[in-house]
T-cell receptor
Framework: SQTIHQWPATLVQPVGSPLSLECTVE??????LYWYRQAAGRGLQLLFY??????ISSEVPQNLSASRPQDRQFILSSKKLLLSDSGFYLC?????????????FGEGSWLTVV | GQNIDQPTEMTATEGAIVQINCTYQ??????LFWYQQHAGEAPTFLSY????GLEEKGRFSSFLSRSKGYSYLLLKELQMKDSASYLC???????????FGAGTQVVVTP
């Protein structure tokens, strides 16, 4: 069966510090991968998605970036965090098959920028 | 633009029925999904509609009308554990671009 994991689960970072969140998927190949952010009491905002290694599409211009160095690995980064980057970050995957009918989420990472 | 609208909050008593409406305007449509999200946790999949009509899964049912850009999630025989946020999402591209609504917080009272 397929599983998705992301880490760290929680982190508190000062303004201006770097960020790296990692996500891996097991049990499938060539998945579509996503990073979402959810601010307190808000909906899910799509940040980045990837349909293959090295292929990254950005939905919202910001100081975050994403990379996909391996087929089942997706990394969210920032060189300098802002207070507004605080939130709940979710990695997700879907099958690369267009008939795929749902999206699966990792456990989430709580980021507090202080 | 693309919009997915759902009410912010709904309150109902244990054992009752609640209907959460969702309207959408997206550039494409490849299915409508409902997710449940408990506070501090990741969303979990509840139901999926791609054709018009009603899909029933136990206490949860979901309805879709593509011509009206409308869906609802029906929760029957409410239990306290059903207190959560319910997210409506549209798969707007064939490869898998999912757009989410802001969520409806359902509060179940004794």
């Amino acid at each position: 069966s397929q599983t998705i994991h992301q880490w760290p689960a929680t982190l508190v970072q000062p303004v201006g510090s770097p960020l790296s969140l990692e996500c891996t998927v097991e049990g499938t190949s060539n998945p579509n991968l996503y990073w979402y952010r959810q601010a307190a009491g808000r909906g899910l905002q799509l940040l980045f998605y990837s349909v293959g290694i090295g292929q990254i599409s950005s939905e919202v211009p910001q100081n975050l970036s994403a990379s996909r160095p391996q087929d089942r690995q997706f990394i969210l980064s920032s060189k300098k965090l802002l207070l507004s980057d605080s939130g709940f970050y979710l990695c997700a995957w879907t099958t690369g098959d267009p008939s795929g009918n749902t999206i699966y989420f990792g456990e989430g990472s709580w980021l507090t920028v202080v | 633009g693309q919009n997915i609208d759902q009410p912010t909050e709904m309150t109902a008593t244990e054992g009752a029925i609640v209907q959460i409406n969702c309207t959408y305007q997206t550039s494409g449509f490849n299915g409508l999904f409902w997710y449940q999200q408990h506070a501090g946790e990741a969303p979990t999949f509840l139901s999926y509609n791609v054709l018009d009509g009603l899909e029933e899964k136990g206490r949860f049912s979901s309805f879709l009308s593509r011509s009206k850009g409308y869906s609802y999630l029906l929760l029957k025989e409410l239990q306290m554990k059903d207190s959560a946020s319910y997210l409506c999402a549209v798969k707007s591209d064939s490869w898998g671009k999912f757009q989410f609504g802001a969520g409806t917080q359902v509060v179940v009272t004794p």
